[in-house]
């Protein structure tokens, strides 16, 4: 089976920088992706680590080390707007059966 | 482009009562996939689909059946509903062949439901 562990909420000052963390245990592994929810709407995918490093999308940066099991998200010049709730998710290869974690909550204070 | 549509976004049931949850996807993904959501959780899988005609059970399938006559519509089905059956229902879809896979999900905007 696979399990995911995250922390369930990080607060970070508006302009700042914060990174949630994501460990992962699975029985097979192909790649980590990232999702942002917010309250009362749908998850939209953000990022996807199929390799070791670092992958960057404007303000927003994902990593992933295979041989750690360890992957984060990283927000860099944090907006009010970023208040949400992120998910990392696993995808242990064959069908295409994601698995998630319960998602970090993330608050963004003035 | 709509993505992924569902219907309807609330409702309310009384115990014992059926319902089907609609779902449609307009970007031809082959595959689509049932979630549910309770408070403060993560998303657990309750039926998936790779293509017309293919179905099968992710975690949590028990009080539901699926059916994928079409590409692009994929109802979950509710019967007998029970308390525990309260939450909110996201419907997602995704492409995947040998030559290239889309990662990421689309998502429907949810069906919040509650059995009283």
């Known amino acids: 089976g696979q399990s995911l562990e995250q922390p369930s909420e990080v607060t970070a000052v508006e302009g700042a920088i914060v990174q949630i963390n994501c460990t992962y245990q699975t029985s097979g592994f192909y790649g980590l992706s990232w999702y942002q929810q917010h309250d009362g709407g749908a998850p939209t995918f953000l990022s996807y680590n199929g390799l070791d490093g670092l992958e960057e999308t404007g303000r927003f940066s994902s990593f992933l080390s295979r041989s750690d099991s360890y992957g984060y998200l990283l927000l860099q010049e944090l907006q009010m707007k970023d208040s949400a709730s992120y998910f990392c998710?696993?995808?242990?290869?064959?069908?295409?059966?994601?698995?998630f974690g319960i998602g970090t909550k993330l608050q963004v204070i003035p | 482009n709509a993505g992924v549509t569902q219907t309807p976004k609330f409702r309310i049931l009384k115990i014992g009562q059926s319902m089907t949850l609609q779902c449609t996807q307009d970007m031809n993904h082959n595959y689509m996939y049932w979630y549910r959501q309770d408070p403060g959780m993560g998303l657990k899988l309750i039926y998936y689909?790779?293509?017309?005609?293919?179905?099968d059970k992710g975690e949590v399938p028990n009080g539901y059946n699926v059916s994928r006559s079409t590409t692009e519509d994929f109802p979950l089905r509710l019967e007998l509903a029970a308390p525990s059956q309260t939450s909110v229902y996201f419907c997602?879809?995704?492409?995947?062949?040998?030559?290239?896979?889309?990662?990421?999900?689309?998502f429907g905007s949810g069906t919040r439901l509650t059995v009283v």
């Open positions: 998710a696993v995808y242990p290869g064959g069908y295409q059966k994601v698995t």
């Open positions: 997602a879809s995704s492409w995947r062949d040998r030559g290239r896979s889309d990662y990421g999900y689309t």
């Open positions: 689909s790779v293509g017309a005609g293919i179905t």
